[in-house]
T-cell receptor
Framework: NAGVTQTPKFQVLKTGQSMTLQCAQD?????MSWYRQDPGMGLRLIHY???????DQGEVPNGYNVSRSTTEDFPLRLLSAAPSQTSVYFC?????????????FGQGTRLTVV | GEDVEQSLFLSVREGDSSVINCTYT??????LYWYKQEPGAGLQLLTY?????DMKQDQRLTVLLNKKDKHLSLRIADTQTGDSAIYFC????????????FGTGTLLAVQP
């Protein structure tokens, strides 16, 4: 199993550009989430999903869209990149079962918006 | 809102025990986690504890949970230089494993 795979690992965007951060998992997890990590602030939840076709907003959703057309994939779209979106983005996945609470993270995408 | 707090920095000598502390606010949290992040890397799940447990031991790691005080700690026995990293405490928001609330992380520096 590859676990949670994120692409790309690094990206530089110009202000106003759009792009999609990819996330895929091969563990058949129902739950998937996107977080951003900023210095001194830990990780904050952007969007999350409980299964294919179902998504919801987290703590900091503005400027981001998500969709979940398959169980495996959960892409994060930046609609019009802003310097405030410079961050490290992490995707996570987990089971919905009560007795399998492990949440696994990808290696992250480091995004710089200039 | 919900909040998770950690001290920012801890320095220990190799071979000593390290204790990293965390306080949280969501009394409905079902699970609490400890993650390790090495420089430039992702988050590695170290261990987790169910909210109705007081203690969990896993090799060199011991997790203690004081639910009354909403206090969680991670003890690393015989700390090694390879344990140098940032350690994050996280709680589930409302019991959902896809909605974690993270602390700001504790940088553990292990001196040889």
């Amino acid at each position: 199993n590859a676990g949670v795979t994120q692409t790309p690992k690094f990206q530089v965007l110009k202000t106003g550009q759009s792009m999609t951060l990819q996330c895929a998992q091969d563990m058949n997890h129902e739950y998937m989430s996107w977080y951003r990590q900023d210095p001194g602030m830990g990780l904050r939840l952007i969007h999350y999903s409980v299964g294919a076709g179902i998504t919801d907003q987290g703590e900091v959703p503005n400027g981001y869209n998500v969709s979940r057309s398959t169980t495996e994939d959960f892409p994060l779209r930046l609609l019009s990149a802003a310097p405030s979106q410079t961050s490290v983005y992490f995707c996570a996945s987990s089971y919905s079962e009560y007795d399998s609470p492990e949440a696994f993270f990808g290696q992250g995408t480091r995004l710089t918006v200039v | 809102g919900e909040d998770v707090e950690q001290s920012l920095f801890l320095s220990v000598r190799e071979g000593d025990s390290s204790v990293i502390n965390c306080t949280y606010t969501d009394s409905s949290s079902t699970y609490l986690y400890w993650y390790k992040q090495e420089p430039g890397a992702g988050l590695q799940l170290l261990t987790y504890i169910f909210s109705n447990m007081d203690m969990k031991q896993d090799q060199r790691l011991t997790v203690l949970l004081n639910k009354k005080d909403k206090h969680l700690s991670l003890r690393i026995a015989d700390t090694q230089t390879g344990d140098s990293a940032i350690y994050f405490c996280a709680e589930t928001y409302g019991g959902a494993t896809n909605k974690l609330i993270f602390g700001t992380g504790t940088l553990l520096a292990v001196q040889p």
